[in-house]
């Protein structure tokens, strides 16, 4: 079956620090993966979309410079959320999908708590 | 714009009840419709999915929903609930194209109490 994980699962950083997180892909090949953050009481906002061989397309309010992504192979992905801030914790998602289908497999999250 | 409503922020049923969670949809488009539910302290786990054909659709646990293109809908349904039914759903819709990207309702807190 299609599989997602993600590390950690969990992570604390201070204010101003970064941090990196790693989305793998198990059991199909990951052409396109999206990033999510749900920010506390609130819905999934896509960061940005990035499909191999291409051009990673980053949605309004989200940067490169703050988010950027590393999809090197089919199956990994990762991204590091620079300088945090209070405004970044949450739960950060990473959905992946195999190019011709719409279905998206996600992970079970990064959470991050800013200090 | 695309956008997902789902109009209940909250729903709170008996355990054994039957349960609709509203799902609507803005999109021009042939939309590909989800439903997720998000457990406590987790990801997503999808439930079901209509790409085309039946507008009925099945999924996990019982669930199903019906797309009814006229009305904009696509709303959640389970016969029965149980206690571990309690969760956050969240309704989607991926744009055309094939782009891979998803758009989220605010999500449903369903609530059963035994």
């Known amino acids: 079956g299609a599989l997602v994980y993600q590390y950690p699962r969990r992570t604390i950083c201070k204010s101003g620090t970064s941090m990196r997180m790693e989305c793998q892909a198990v059991?199909?090949?990951?052409?396109?993966v999206a990033w999510y953050r749900q920010s506390p009481q609130k819905t999934f906002e896509l960061i940005a979309l990035?499909?191999?061989?291409?051009?990673?397309?980053?949605e309004q309010n989200f940067t490169q410079e703050k988010f950027p992504i590393s999809h090197p192979n089919l199956s990994f992905s990762s991204m590091t959320v620079l300088n945090a801030y209070l405004e970044d914790r949450g739960l950060y998602l990473c959905?992946?999908?195999?190019?011709?289908?719409?279905?998206?497999?996600f992970g079970p999250g990064t959470r991050l708590t800013v200090l | 714009a695309q956008s997902v409503t789902q109009p209940d922020a909250r729903v709170t049923v008996s355990e054994g009840a039957s349960l609709q969670l509203r799902c609507k949809y803005s999109?021009?488009?042939?939309?590909?419709l989800f439903w997720y539910v998000q457990y406590p302290r987790q990801g997503l786990q999808l439930l079901l999915k209509y790409y085309s054909g039946d507008p009925v659709v099945q999924g996990v646990n019982g669930f199903e929903a019906e797309f009814i293109k006229s009305n904009s809908s696509f709303h959640l349904r389970k016969a029965s609930v149980h206690w571990s039914d309690s969760a956050v759903y969240f309704c989607?819709?991926?744009?055309?194209?094939?782009?891979?990207?998803?758009?989220f309702g605010l999500g449903t807190t369903l609530q059963v109490q035994p």
């Open positions: 959905g992946a999908r195999d190019w011709g289908y719409a279905e998206q497999f």
């Open positions: 059991g199909f090949q990951a052409t396109s």
């Open positions: 999109y021009s488009g042939t939309p590909y």
């Open positions: 990035s499909t191999v061989n291409s051009a990673i397309k980053y």
């Open positions: 989607a819709v991926s744009v055309t194209g094939n782009t891979g990207k998803l758009i």
